[in-house]
């Protein structure tokens, strides 16, 4: 790190102020919204998860190291390799304000996150961890809560076209019975993204690779369901398309670690799914009966839903058309259907 001493002398040498070149050559390449650092990025990807793990999410995901960046931009007609090496001690991170040593990652987010959201983040975490069922006192989480109750009064019932998926580990089914795929009874339910323990949901894929992808990539027996009732539905992912008003909000929560997170199965009690479960319990309570959710595992168009109400499960509203053996890599195969 320069010394205050350090740094006023190379400034006095820097003849063409090589921080405001240097972001505008970052700009001008990437039309970044955020650059990181070697001593931050993994801190960015902590909050903003969806940006390494969704393949096609718009997101820029680059690693370009300093000599290579010199190399294709104007900085070389200013400085020669070993000025700009000199000089370059002068950029410091924009988000963490060390200084650039040998690699920046520039990102772009494809929507305008709320202000100051990366605190948000940790206000709500440590609040989640503290005292959860104090999560509505934050300004943050009761703002969400009025906007999911304002989007109930914009939303009708409707019938989900097509197909759904709901999967089970292979391993864990000796056999292949319709019960196998209903919801779990609410003894066995453990915390999920969108489920309290003791209080079980229904999760359904939109694709056998989504469901496989879910299930860690382990084997899977996959039924594929019709659901024969319409529902109200807090739609997730198109959120520009339903819910123009808000959309900014919501894809700033959907790409974030507030729903997003990565799973921890260090334990029982899961503090990143609390506000993923502060976003369900909100929804069921102004009436929804679904929430839809893009998949952080596969392509683009894949999404999950899981059903909240309690007159959904088999054979109340929703019916097994069939039932597949899924590896990811052979073809699937579909399964008899045993009573």
Same mark, same amino acid.
């Given at each position: 790190?320069?010394?205050?001493?350090?740094?006023?002398?190379?400034?006095?040498?820097?003849?063409?102020?090589?921080?405001?070149?240097?972001?505008?050559?970052?700009?001008?390449?990437?039309?970044?919204?955020?650059?990181?650092?070697?001593?931050?990025?993994?801190?960015?990807?902590?909050?903003?998860?969806?940006?390494?793990?969704?393949?096609?999410?718009?997101?820029?995901?680059?690693?370009?190291?300093?000599?290579?960046?010199?190399?294709?931009?104007?900085?070389?007609?200013?400085?020669?390799?070993?000025?700009?090496?000199?000089?370059?001690?002068?950029?410091?991170?924009?988000?963490?304000?060390?200084?650039?040593?040998?690699?920046?990652?520039?990102?772009?987010?494809?929507?305008?996150?709320?202000?100051?959201?990366?605190?948000?983040?940790?206000?709500?975490?440590?609040?989640?961890?503290?005292?959860?069922?104090?999560?509505?006192?934050?300004?943050?989480?009761?703002?969400? +809560? =009025?906007? %999911?109750?304002?989007?109930?009064?914009? @939303?009708?019932? !409707?019938?989900?076209?097509?197909? #759904?998926?709901?999967?089970?580990?292979?391993?864990?089914?000796?056999?292949?019975?319709?019960?196998?795929?209903?919801?779990?009874?609410?003894?066995?339910?453990?915390?999920?993204?969108?489920?309290?323990?003791?209080?079980?949901?229904?999760?359904?894929?939109?694709?056998?690779?989504?469901?496989?992808?879910?299930?860690?990539?382990?084997?899977?027996?996959?039924?594929?369901?019709?659901?024969?009732?319409?529902?109200?539905?807090?739609?997730?992912?198109?959120?520009?398309?339903?819910?123009?008003?808000?959309?900014?909000?919501?894809?700033?929560?959907?790409?974030?670690?507030?729903?997003?997170?990565?799973?921890?199965?260090?334990?029982?009690?899961?503090?990143?799914?609390?506000?993923?479960?502060?976003?369900?319990?909100?929804?069921?309570?102004?009436? +929804? =009966?679904? %929430?839809?959710?893009?998949?952080?595992? @596969?392509?683009? !168009?894949?999404?999950?839903?899981? #059903?909240?109400?309690?007159?959904?499960?088999?054979?109340?509203?929703?019916?097994?058309?069939?039932?597949?053996?899924?590896?990811?890599?052979?073809?699937?195969?579909?399964?008899?259907?045993?009573?």
């Amino acid at each position: 790190m320069l010394t205050i001493e350090e740094k006023e002398k190379l400034e006095e040498e820097d003849l063409y102020d090589i921080e405001d070149l240097f972001h505008a050559e970052v700009d001008s390449w990437f039309s970044a919204d955020i650059v990181c650092c070697g001593n931050c990025v993994d801190d960015f990807l902590e909050s903003w998860p969806f940006a390494y793990d969704a393949d096609g999410k718009l997101f820029q995901l680059n690693q370009i190291d300093l000599k290579s960046f010199f190399d294709g931009s104007r900085l070389s007609q200013a400085y020669s390799e070993e000025e700009f090496f000199r000089f370059v001690r002068l950029v410091s991170c924009p988000r963490c304000d060390s200084e650039l040593t040998s690699h920046f990652f520039p990102y772009c987010f494809p929507f305008n996150p709320v202000n100051g959201f990366e605190l948000l983040i940790k206000e709500i975490a440590e609040l989640s961890t503290k005292a959860p069922f104090l999560l509505l006192k934050h300004p943050f989480a009761a703002q969400v +809560f =009025d906007i %999911i109750r304002e989007l109930e009064k914009d @939303t009708s019932p !409707s019938l989900i076209s097509g197909s #759904l998926y709901r999967a089970r580990i292979a391993a864990q089914i000796q056999r292949v019975k319709e019960s196998e795929f209903d919801i779990t009874p609410s003894r066995f339910a453990n915390e999920g993204r969108y489920n309290h323990s003791g209080q079980p949901a229904f999760y359904l894929g939109s694709d056998l690779e989504t469901c496989y992808q879910e299930l860690r990539r382990n084997e899977s027996y996959i039924a594929e369901l019709k659901i024969e009732k319409k529902v109200k539905i807090l739609d997730l992912t198109a959120t520009y398309e339903n819910h123009k008003k808000h959309s900014d909000l919501l894809d700033t929560l959907v790409y974030s670690a507030l729903i997003s997170a990565k799973q921890d199965e260090s334990g029982a009690f899961k503090p990143q799914y609390i506000f993923s479960r502060f976003i369900a319990d909100c929804a069921k309570f102004v009436g +929804f =009966d679904a %929430i839809k959710y893009p998949s952080t595992r @596969t392509h683009e !168009s894949s999404f999950n839903i899981v #059903l909240l109400c309690n007159d959904l499960s088999l054979g109340n509203n929703i019916k097994v058309s069939k039932v597949f053996l899924y590896d990811g890599v052979s073809t699937e195969r579909e399964m008899e259907i045993l009573t």
